[in-house]
């Protein structure tokens, strides 16, 4: 069965460095989103993107934050300048025409 | 922020006995969706609900989108050890949004 992928699995930062966090979705979805989640927290919407730019987006996803297609299959977060408060679990989903958003195994993102 | 309230926060079952959850909110949302998450990992699909009243079956699960469209239940029947993990609730508010609000969760554990 197709999945989301992400890589790295672990990433660790000091702060101020920039992260780019990767994610392929499954291959025929069109809706791509990533979350975070806050170790012992739920899960929030940080954007949600759809031919070729943002569709929504929450008040965390704040300019430091930004989102790329670079080609036909990945889909990149990226962290201009990470702060400590930026340590969570980072996961990437993504849909086809239905509701139902399937997520990636996640990047665990530590900001030293 | 919108707020999905779930109960219980936690259980502690043995295994065979049968589980009842749910999730309720103060806004009407038009689709729920409940995942499961292990440790370390992402969140799992288990059953989508797009209609008032639906009730919907995946194995030993059940779900039923609650009339009100403010509430959703998730029951699991005969439970064993490997439905160990936090489930989640999850919600969209209407068809012109895909950002997923998040319940706060229900921690299960099943004892042999």
């Known amino acids: 069965e197709p999945e989301v992928t992400q890589t790295p699995s672990h990433q660790v930062t000091q702060m101020g460095q920039e992260v780019i966090l990767r994610c392929v979705p499954i291959s025929n979805h069109l809706y791509f989103y990533w979350y975070r989640q806050i170790l012992g927290q739920k899960v929030e919407f940080l954007v949600s993107f759809y031919n070729n730019e943002i569709s929504e987006k929450s008040e965390i996803f704040d300019d430091q934050f930004s989102v790329e297609r670079p080609d036909g299959s990945n889909f990149t977060l990226k962290i201009r300048s990470t702060k400590l408060e930026d340590s969570a679990m980072y996961f990437c989903?993504?849909?086809?025409?239905?509701?139902?958003?399937?997520f990636g195994p996640g990047t665990r993102l530590t900001v030293l | 922020g919108q707020q999905l309230n779930q109960s219980p926060q936690s259980m502690f079952i043995q295994e065979g006995e049968d589980v009842s959850m749910n999730c309720t909110s103060s806004s009407i949302f038009n689709t729920w969706l409940w995942y499961k998450q292990d440790p370390g990992e992402g969140p799992v699909l288990l059953i989508a609900?797009?209609?008032?009243?639906e009730l919907t079956s995946n194995g030993r699960l059940t779900a039923q989108f609650g009339i009100t469209r403010k509430d959703s239940f998730l029951n699991i029947s005969a439970s064993i050890p490997s439905d160990v993990g936090i489930y989640f609730c999850a919600g969209l508010k209407s068809y012109n949004t895909d950002k997923l609000i998040f319940g706060t969760g229900t921690r299960l554990q099943v004892f042999p």
């Open positions: 609900l797009y209609k008032a009243g």
């Open positions: 989903a993504s849909r086809y025409t239905s509701d139902t958003q399937y």
